[in-house]
């Protein structure tokens, strides 16, 4: 049984160009845009867009531990984000 291994094992999931947080984030203003109309219509590409700049001047994986960094989850067992030093 053979399988096909990946040539970069870091290479993020990406359906045509875009990875999936960039779709999660057009997903939202779609469904924000069918809900309310109106501006919510501009922000369908001008915040998809804000957030790939963004995204791009931070380093890769930072969406999957932005809600550890914004204290909506907590890692048990490791200390915290503000912690300097460390005793052994």
Not at 20 to 42: N, P, T
Request: charged share 15%; net charge negative; with cysteine.
């Amino acid at each position: 049984m053979q399988a096909k291994f990946p040539f970069y094992l870091s290479k993020p999931f990406k359906i045509l160009f875009l990875e999936v947080d960039d779709l999660i984030v057009i997903g939202c203003c779609y469904l924000l845009a069918m809900l309310f109309g109106g501006f919510f219509w501009l922000s369908l590409v001008a915040l998809p867009v804000a957030f790939h700049i963004f995204k791009r001047r931070m380093p890769q994986g930072f969406v999957a531990n932005l809600p550890y960094f914004l204290g909506l989850v907590t890692l048990h067992g490791y200390p915290t984000f503000f912690e300097d030093e460390f005793a052994e």
